[in-house]
Each structure stands twice: as C-alpha cells, then as structure tokens.
C-alpha cells in the first residue's frame, strides 16, 4: 500500500558522531572564503556592520539626548518625539508622506501582479522590449527619474495649488511609477515557481478563469504580493530625490522636510523623526523578508 | 461484434504545433468502462491527444466526441471528463479535503452534499485520515490518491490519467498499477492512462494504443499485442525481440519459405487471417527472447541456430543470455531461473544450439 510510513520528518539522516568522524574534519583544510575559520574574515565583517550601524545607533541613541545642541549627551528624555509630534509643519509632511505611501503602495501593487502577470501568462509581439521597459525605473538613476518627473509635470501642466489630498497626486504618481517594477518582479520571482497544471487543474474541475484566477492563482501569489507590496510602501515612505523634484511647497513629505530642518542645523527632533522613519520602514522591511521566505519544497515521490 | 456506443470517439483528429505535427489524422473509439492505455514512446503525441479529450488543446482538424455530444471546442471546465496530472497538481495551499471539495465548491454545490460527496471519495482513496493535512505533509503516493480523490469526486464519465505513475518509485508503482485496476472496478468509469511505461499498459489496461509520430500503430488487448504485433516499431517497443530481416522467397502447402541472410531458408506457417505478403517482399522475422530454448544439441522440428554464448545478464528470476550467431547477428533469450542451479548450467564462451518452434515466429510486413 501507498500509506506505509507517514512520518512527518521523513527520514532524515544523522551525521555519523563520535571520534573517527572528529579526526576526519581537523584534516579537512580551510577554505578560502570559509568565515567560521577565518578571523580575518571575521574581523572585516565586524569592521563593516559597525561602520554601517554606528552612525544609525548614534541617531537613534540621540534622539533621547535632553540637549538643543545635538554634540554632548546630557540626559535621557521623551521631550523631543512630543516636539515632534507637535510641530505641526512636520507632523503635515509625515501624514503627507503616509497617505503617498498607501496609495502608491496599492495602486503600484495592483499593477505589479497585474504586469508580473502579463509576462509569466502571454506571448505578444514586443514583449521582450515591454518587459525591458517595465524593469528599467528600477535601474534607471534616481536623480534622472525625479528630473524627468519635474519636467513632465511641468510640460503637461499639471495642475497645482488643489485641496488636499488631490495635490499629492504628482507625488503619488511618481511614487507608482517607480515601485510598481519592484512588486513585478518580486511576483514573477514567485510565479516561477508556479506549477502550469495548477492551473489547467483547476479548470479541470470546473472552475472558470476567474475563479481560477481567485482561488489558486492569487492564494499562491499572496506571499509575493505581500513582499512586494511592502517593499513599495517602504521604498514611498523614504523616497528622498524623486519626491524632492516633484513636491511644491505645500506638499512636503517627511523626508523632505528633514532635508529641509537639516539645513539650519540637526536637532534632536530632526533625530526623532528620523528615528520613527527608520522603525517604520524596518518593520516593513523585516515583514517583506520573512514573507519572501519560501515554502517548505515539495518532497517528490517516494513514500 | 455487437459493442456498446463509444464513450470516446475521436474522429480523424490531426493537431500541429507550428511545424510539428504532434497528431496525425488519429480515429480512435474508446467504449464505455474500459481501461484504455495510451502507449508510445515521449514524443509520440499521447499526451498531446490526451490534453485534447480534457479540452487544453483543440484540434486544429477532426472531431472529438465524449458521451456522444460533440465536444471539439468545448472548455475544459465543462466536460464531464477529470484528471490526473504527472505532476497531480494538487494545490498547496489548501487541505486535502478542501482539494477534493474544490471542484464541487467552484461550481456551487449544496454544501451539505459536499460534505459527504468529498468523504466518500475520501474513503475510496484511504486518505479519510489525512483530510486535514496540507500537501506538503503528505508523500508522492499520498499525494497522487488526492489527485485522484478530487477527479473521482465529480464523478466524471471518463477519467483521465497523465502518466500518473512515473513519478513514484518501483514498489509503490506497482502496488497502485493493482489499486487503480481495482479502483476502475469499484466506481465503474473508463479510465483513460497515458504511459511510455509498457509494463504498466500491459498488467493494467483492457486494450492499448500504441502510438508512434503522431500516428496510432496499433490497437489491441495487451496479450494480443505482445503476441501479434502488426509491425516492427510494436514489436520492438512492446517488450524484447529478435529482429531479422529477410525476403519472401516461396509459398508450399501453407507455408512460406522466407530467406533470412546468414540464416538460409525457414519455412514458416503462414498466418491465415494476416495480410499475404506478396513473393519476394522484405519482411521482417521476429521471435521473443523467451520462446527461444538454449540446448547443446539441435531440437527436432524447431528452428535451431548455432551460436556461442557472448553475455549472461542475471535478473533474478530470469537471466537474459545473448548468443552470437554464425552470421555474426547477436541473438538473446530468457532463461527462467527455476531452479536456484539454472543460471549456472550455462556460461560464457560456450557453443549452444538457440532453437524456437516455427508457429512461435512473427513475420512482419510494416
């Protein structure tokens, strides 16, 4: 019968343990690139995560510092995330900058799939040039992107001065255009892994397109569209030069406006919401890499 | 032969891809209740004829009819026939039991009848234990009898089987070639199985098409087809065989003397319902390996061959002894191993006589 062993862990194999296996790993030479073994390695690691971290742990670490001059460390306080808080100008670029990011987030992931989608499922003329296109916001250099943004909105007139939220909508705009590549990707790198025959499966039994689309196809991409969505909404929420091209002066978003606090000089407060774009952004980024994470790959055949 | 109306009826079908014709000009009735075998090597277009009867390729030419209504350029979703995938497709992310109940939810089935259709189903396949297990905890034989609750479940006039057992390993395949027969049995559908695996269409199916280029070569019950296999491409892919060509070269009172180079003349009974081959025609003259006899001495009345033993390949039960012959054409047999001495009374370098009875030999025209 099929049904002969049913253990979960299969049957996995020990290392064999005990002296002759001990002796035969001392023996074993070093590795080039062999980290455990190698302190020098080791060493460089250490060197590069704290010159990447130090700077962030020392932003962090004086935000809580109770003193106008951000230079000596005087004492701990909450006083400057109140400041923050109630600094009506910031607090605008920061709602600014949550309302970009959630729309961006939703509209670039919609046509994220819908583009990852497209490619994975269609043949059509010109689609090696249309797939070139849509990764190429990702390559293309930040600083070109945001002058061509400027120069589009100004050439088509987009209208300015609208009641709020409507006058994010350049910003927004912008901010889908060079996401959305980002959750296409992450999705296709998902709908590689995709079986045909669940698909030609499901309409087997019954279902329509649709329902196929609904019930198998999404349920198997909702881990990547996660991600990407993620990565959309972090990538919005700390985009610095695209939104700095194409924001007027009523529509400030909170890394802009730390750019612009920055300039007279770095107070406490600049480190405070700072700190909250950091952790914001962290969390996202963390929840993005534990849902990219695969599942367990199918064991094939075999009892 | 009075028969029952085809469940199947495939009507001069031909399907291209490009330049490629992956089936050509394919007729072919399949009758109710049978357990019909799609044989032929990867390539040959079985699987492609296969997709057509589900509905994910249409045939470019002919028709295709299932229950009698015609169902050429009918959707997938809405013929009565179900299968099961090479790869069982079994959806991850949902249990075992809301696999099975998919195909009855999508289009709207009382729940409370699902409920029971999906546990009966269950039952049949012995994985009424595992319905709320995720594929992933699942192993390969496990998973296929899901693909197979899930077909079975939409009780589907005809169910439909793509290679559904390459992808397990020896014993369990053998142990469900027995559990799909008894499976077909008990729910009473035609299956439909497409394999390149001619082992599994002999032990399971009623009849066999073996199919070669897109075309069908032949049509028949497996022992037929093992026996009398109307080519050189089916006698050679159904099984082992010994090939020789030769030419017609005499017909006397129900025999026909045919000239086999290095092997002289050999007079033959010649088949009465077969097709005559005209005199001095190319035919080819086969013989299985294991109605050949290995003696010391030449057999009275069977055609006997000097030659000397060149290999010995020992299976187990039988050993596969090829003999080179005189005209230097090398020759195999079986030997039976049925006595645990058998396998030694020969060995290689000997000279031996390979002797078969005349009505044993096929002579082949295609």
């Known amino acids: 019968m099929a049904n002969l062993q049913a253990h979960p862990a299969g049957g996995e194999r020990r290392l064999p343990t005990g002296r002759a296996g001990r002796v035969d790993r001392r023996r074993v030479p070093i590795g080039p690139l062999e980290y455990c073994r190698r302190w020098w390695l080791q060493l460089i690691v250490g060197t590069t995560f704290l010159l990447l971290y130090a700077p962030i742990a020392t932003l962090v670490a004086f935000s809580f510092n109770d003193s106008r001059r951000n230079i000596v460390w005087r004492g701990f306080t909450f006083d400057y995330y109140v400041k923050a808080w109630n600094n009506q100008s910031l607090f605008d670029a920061f709602v600014n900058s949550l309302t970009i990011a959630v729309v961006s987030t939703v509209v670039s992931t919609i046509l994220g799939v819908l583009a990852a989608l497209l490619l994975w499922r269609f043949r059509f003329p010109g689609k090696a040039v249309y797939e070139g296109f849509t990764a190429l916001p990702i390559v293309i250099p930040e600083i070109c992107m945001g002058v061509a943004m400027m120069a589009f909105f100004a050439r088509v007139g987009w209208p300015t001065g609208l009641p709020w939220p409507l006058n994010l909508s350049n910003i927004t705009i912008s901010h889908i255009a060079f996401s959305f590549p980002f959750v296409a990707v992450i999705v296709r790198g998902r709908l590689i892994g995709f079986n045909r025959e669940f698909e030609d499966a499901s309409k087997d039994l019954g279902a329509s397109e649709w329902q196929t689309l609904r019930h198998v196809v999404l349920p198997y991409l909702r881990p990547g569209v996660v991600a990407g969505a993620l990565i959309a909404f972090t990538l919005s929420l700390d985009d610095f030069v695209i939104t700095f091209f194409t924001s007027g002066p009523d529509t400030i978003t909170l890394p802009v406006k730390i750019f612009s606090m920055v300039r007279f000089s770095v107070t406490p407060e600049v480190n405070a919401a700072s700190t909250v774009l950091i952790i914001i952004t962290v969390i996202a980024t963390v929840a993005a890499t534990r849902l990219q994470v695969p599942t367990r790959p199918d064991n094939p055949g075999g009892g | ?366």
């Open chain 2, 1 to 366: 032969m009075e028969q029952a109306a085809p469940i199947i009826s495939i009507q001069d079908v031909t399907k291209r891809f490009g330049a490629v014709v992956a089936v050509d000009d394919v007729t072919l009735d399949i009758r109710p209740n049978e357990f019909f075998a799609l044989l032929g090597p990867s390539g040959c277009g079985k699987t492609t004829l296969l997709r057509m009867l589900a509905g994910f390729e249409s045939p470019g030419e002919g028709t295709i009819s299932i229950g009698g209504k015609d169902m050429t350029d009918v959707a997938p979703n809405r013929r009565p026939v179900n299968m099961v995938f090479q790869s069982y497709a079994v959806f991850p992310h949902m249990t075992v039991f809301e696999n099975v109940a998919y195909g009855l939810r999508v289009v709207r089935t009382p729940s409370s009848e699902i409920d029971s259709r999906v546990r009966e189903a269950l039952e049949m396949t012995q994985l009424i234990d595992f319905a709320d297990r995720k594929p992933d905890q699942l192993s390969g034989g496990q998973r296929q009898r899901v693909a197979l609750a899930r077909a079975l479940v939409k009780r589907p006039q005809v169910l439909l089987l793509d290679e559904p057992l390459s992808a397990l390993d020896a014993k369990l395949r053998e142990a469900m070639q027995l559990e799909l027969v008894r499976l077909q049995n008990s729910v009473g559908i035609t299956f439909i199985i497409v394999t390149h695996d001619q082992n599994e269409a002999l032990s399971m199916a009623d009849r066999i098409a073996v199919m070669e280029g897109g075309k069908i070569r032949q049509i028949a019950r497996p022992s037929e087809l093992y026996e009398f296999p109307n080519c050189r491409f089916v006698a050679d892919f159904i099984g082992k065989m010994n090939l020789f060509e030769g030419r017609i070269a005499g017909r006397e009172n129900g025999k026909i003397g045919v000239e086999v180079a290095g092997l002289g003349q050999l007079w033959l009974p010649a088949d009465d319902n077969g097709p005559v081959p005209p005199e001095a025609a190319n035919v080819g003259i086969a013989v299985r390996p294991e109605k050949v006899r290995l003696r010391r001495e030449p057999e009275a009345d069977r055609i006997a061959l000097r030659g000397k033993v060149n290999q010995i390949a020992y299976y187990g039960d039988t050993s596969h002894v090829f003999v080179a012959l005189e005209s230097g054409q090398v020759l195999s047999a079986n030997l039976q191993n049925d006595a645990r001495s058998a396998f030694q009374s020969i060995a290689v370098g000997e000279d031996v006589w390979c002797s078969w009875d005349p009505g044993d030999v096929l002579v082949l025209t295609t």
